[in-house]
């Protein structure tokens, strides 16, 4: 059997065929170059036939950040829809978010249309028809990009969409960027034959060879002080049982090494925290499971002698500028299939753990456990980052994910959380801020059954565009909790300036790192757009009662922002 016949648009084609492939929503910020989806989308919502659900955004940045979320929870690209130039610009640093955070997102852009005599239908009819035509736009998104493709001929829909989709989904996973012209998106595109939509599945990737299993399982079970960092292997969140399983049959202390998902859980005795520098260098054997910044060089290095074993979907970083971290070994492979490989090699040579693996696992926790958190000297009274987070795992039951984006706070408020179930923790892999309440969103919209919290960082909650973020989740039925971690500057940079200037002239000077002023009054941004009841906390005393209500809030239906005010920034105590 195949597809109908009768020959459609390209703009109505990529609707259909979308939702045929599992694509569940359009977020989009529309503009002069979407007619043919405009009437689309009234066409088939008019029928009552399939398509993706429309999420109109009032900003780009809700837009593929929201898409991002969905994609973190599903691992499925939803399609992200914006306005020629200008609304790629607007996409700004999520963009460098989906990109370094390897998640499949496929996003398309108008151009201005080609034609000026009006004798084909999409041909110019506006000034800035000539003002928006960008001879490379391409350019803009090309370097954060899996491919980029101009959609040249309507007929070609169904095969640029597919390869999309493949190259998206094949690891490691990414965004897409495709353009078409208002004259393409209007003119006919047939469907392929329902066969033929069988032969684009996305690469998969393998696991090791008989000898490289042999070598690596040997090599675990005979160190001395083995040590397995991870960053993004939960995202395949079956891979998390059997990361557990090897752990405890080896005796394999695991640190998580800035997160963006629970890799291992947070409670478990071979949990070896998320220090990123604190076990390499007394490790004789690392193992790095899908992680880009293994440790910091200019602050550790593994030991003489210690043998390093890289197993990734993404082993060299070619995204990346310059980056090398050594490793004896190193392989593009699936680590899931890997972590499967090693357990069945293992299965008949099962030993008991040995006492001094066992020690070493013990002493690699105290160490961890004994080191200073980042921290911010308060006022007596004051409340801190530890203290706030405390009060949110109370918050914590089997329905919660969190969302977090607080640059300073993210390892005091891992230590605190310790989660446990694979699937209720994500993390921005870039660094672009803005990314936590726009990617709760798209959390809430793949899961609705979750209790979504945000915890946000007083610049990442103005960087969201949290005007834009509220409507939506307001508008489209995604209610979320956020807590915003207000200590009233932004603090990532002084940190950086300490860094490097240990006795920094600039730490007095309060006017570069002060940028939100004790009388604003962040929640409101949230209410005033989208409808959010807004909560401000100063005081310990208050922060529980609120916390819990503003959560009852959100099981009502209606989102929630508690903006807690910590006290404003002053010298950070650096582990």
């Avoid at 209007?186 to 684009?200: I, K, N």
């Avoid at 752990?247 to 409670?267: D, H, K, M, T, W």
Wanted: aromatic share 6%.
């Amino acid at each position: 059997m195949t597809s109908r016949a009768v020959a459609t648009t390209a703009a109505r084609r990529l609707l259909e065929l979308a939702a045929r492939l599992g694509v569940d929503y359009f977020f989009t910020n529309l503009g002069s170059d979407h007619p043919a989806f405009i009437e689309a989308f009234a066409a088939i919502d008019g029928e009552g036939t399939a398509m993706p659900r429309i999420v109109v955004c009032p900003h780009e940045m809700t837009a593929l950040t929201a898409a991002h979320g969905y994609a973190m929870v599903t691992r499925r690209p939803q399609i992200v829809l914006v306005h020629v130039d200008v609304g790629t610009q607007n996409l700004g640093c999520s963009l460098h978010n989906a990109s370094r955070g390897r998640v499949p997102a496929i996003i398309v852009a108008g151009l201005s249309p080609v034609t000026v005599s009006g004798d084909r239908a999409g041909a110019r009819t506006e000034f800035i028809h000539y003002t928006q035509d960008a001879p490379r736009q391409h350019e803009i998104a090309a370097q954060y990009m899996k491919w980029t493709y101009e959609l040249r001929a309507p007929e070609m829909l169904d095969n640029v969409l597919m390869r999309a989709m493949q190259v998206a989904t094949t690891a490691p996973e990414g965004p897409i960027y495709l353009t078409g012209a208002r004259e393409v998106w209007e003119g006919p595109a047939e469907p392929l034959p329902d066969e033929a939509l069988e032969h684009w599945s996305p690469a998969r990737l393998g696991g090791l060879r008989e000898e490289a299993v042999a070598e690596l399982h040997g090599a675990l079970s005979q160190a001395r002080r083995p040590l397995v960092l991870t960053t993004y292997l939960g995202r395949n969140q079956a891979a998390v049982g059997r990361l557990v399983e090897l752990s405890e049959r080896l005796g394999l202390p695991v640190a998580e090494i800035a997160p963006q998902y629970v890799n291992f859980p947070g409670g478990h005795p071979h949990h070896a925290g998320y220090r990123r520098n604190a076990l390499v260098a007394d490790a004789d054997l690392i193992l790095m499971l899908d992680v880009d910044v293994p440790w910091i060089v200019s602050r550790t290095g593994p030991a003489a002698g210690a043998r390093l074993f890289h197993i990734d979907a993404d082993p060299v970083k070619e995204g990346m500028g310059f980056w090398h971290f050594p490793a004896h070994r190193s392989y593009l492979a699936d680590s899931d299939y890997v972590l499967r490989q090693l357990l069945d090699y293992g299965r008949d040579r099962a030993e008991p753990v040995p006492a001094e693996r066992l020690r070493w696992i013990a002493e690699a926790r105290q160490r961890v456990a004994a080191a200073p958190l980042p921290s911010l000297s308060v006022r007596q009274g004051g409340i801190t980052v530890r203290q706030l987070t405390e009060a949110v795992g109370e918050l914590v039951n089997d329905r919660t994910v969190i969302v977090c984006e607080e640059p300073s706070g993210t390892e005091t408020i891992l230590s605190t959380l310790r989660l446990n179930r694979p699937g209720s923790y994500y993390v921005n892999g870039g660094s672009g801020l803005g990314w936590g309440i726009n990617a709760a969103v798209g959390v809430k919209l793949a899961d609705p059954g979750a209790e979504v919290i945000a915890l946000s960082g007083d610049g990442s909650f103005l960087f969201g565009v949290p005007s834009s973020t509220y409507w939506v989740a307001q508008t489209y039925g995604a209610p979320i909790l956020t807590v915003v971690y207000n200590n009233r500057g932004w603090n990532s940079p002084k940190v950086s300036t300490n860094l490097v200037h240990a006795h920094s002239t600039a730490k007095s000077r309060d006017r570069y790192w002060i940028t939100v002023a004790d009388g604003a009054r962040l929640a409101d941004i949230a209410a005033a757009a989208g409808g959010a009841a807004a909560f401000r906390v100063s005081e310990g005393q208050a922060l529980r009662g609120t916390l819990q209500e503003a959560l009852e809030t959100v099981r009502a239906g209606r989102s929630a922002v508690v903006e807690v005010m910590l006290d404003p920034i002053s010298e950070q105590v650096l582990a």
